[in-house]
């Protein structure tokens, strides 16, 4: 979720920031990234990223409560993670979380987290928009007890987007509100493009990075959906149609995602 200056939200286009996160700092982890490969794949293009709320060697707070700056995160991982891991919780599924209310309230509002051992994080986004200033970004900081993790295979994953991508697209052809009335043509070619240069570590499997760009390109496209609820849809009957037919798609992105972004050396 992505706050702009005016103070409106907006998911729409907004790329993933706590994949690439989790997927490179777990590579460092292992040595087999550094860490100025990882600040630069997961600040990109945005301003600055900052952490608030990182606790200190001694149990106390990194910066006297003030933010710190994002290498200071690693020196944490070291001290307590072998792993990060990307969640992405929603109301009713918040697996993967740890029994901590207030970072569960962070990373249901943000879509999206990370955990690693004892310390998990969500993002706080912020677009300057109209303004050229680049977004900036703050990572809220949560000591956490380390909970189950659920792991999803990229062979069990590729297979279950493959399948939502076709039985969606027939639902929504046999309801009759396959259409937009948004004017598409920018948002359509930014889908296209999207997924097209993804940064992951280079032990990354070959698979998982395929996996991550198709689903990020299908997130994409049901980002574009939620720009326009009602697409052609003309009564409430469609309407429900139109949505019951996403929602398995929707599912099927968010645990490509999942596997592909969390994807270890020897995932199949």
């Known amino acids: 979720m992505v706050t702009r200056e005016d103070g409106s939200v907006t998911q729409i286009g907004t790329r993933s920031r706590c994949g690439p996160l989790a997927a490179w700092a777990s590579s460092w982890l292992a040595g087999h990234a550094a860490a100025d490969e990882l600040l630069r794949a997961v600040v990109a293009d945005d301003g600055v990223h900052r952490v608030a709320g990182l606790p200190d ?16 995160l690693l020196i944490a991982w070291r001290r307590c993670a072998e ?24 990373a249901l ?33 949560f000591t956490v007890s380390p909970g189950p993790a659920e792991h999803i295979f990229v062979g069990d994953a590729q297979y279950e987007l493959t399948t939502a991508i076709r039985e969606s ?59 326009d609820p009602v697409g052609t849809a003309v009564s409430s009957h469609a309407v429900s149609a139109r949505d019951a037919a996403l929602r398995p798609l929707a599912t099927a992105v968010r645990r490509a995602l999942l596997a592909g972004y969390n994807a270890r050396p020897d995932d199949h």
Request: proline residues 8%; without cysteine.
């Open 169 to 227: 697209a027939a639902a929504l052809v046999g309801a009759g509100v396959t259409g937009t009335n948004v004017d598409v043509a920018g948002s359509l070619g930014h889908v296209r493009r999207t997924g097209e240069h993804v940064n992951l570590p280079p032990d990354h499997p070959s698979r998982a990075v395929a996996l991550v760009a198709q689903a990020e390109r299908m997130r994409a496209v049901l980002d574009l959906a939620l720009a």
């Open 83 to 106: 792993r990060v891991r990307l969640v992405l919780p929603v109301s009713g599924d918040v697996r993967g979380l740890p029994d901590h209310t207030e970072f569960r309230a962070a």
């Open 109 to 141: 509002e943000a879509g999206e987290a990370v955990v690693g051992g004892t310390l998990a994080l969500a993002p706080e986004i912020f677009d300057p928009a109209p303004s050229s200033a680049p977004i900036s970004v703050t990572w809220r900081a």
């Open 57 to 72: 060697s001694d149990g106390g707070v990194a910066g006297d409560g003030s933010s710190v700056p994002l290498s200071e």
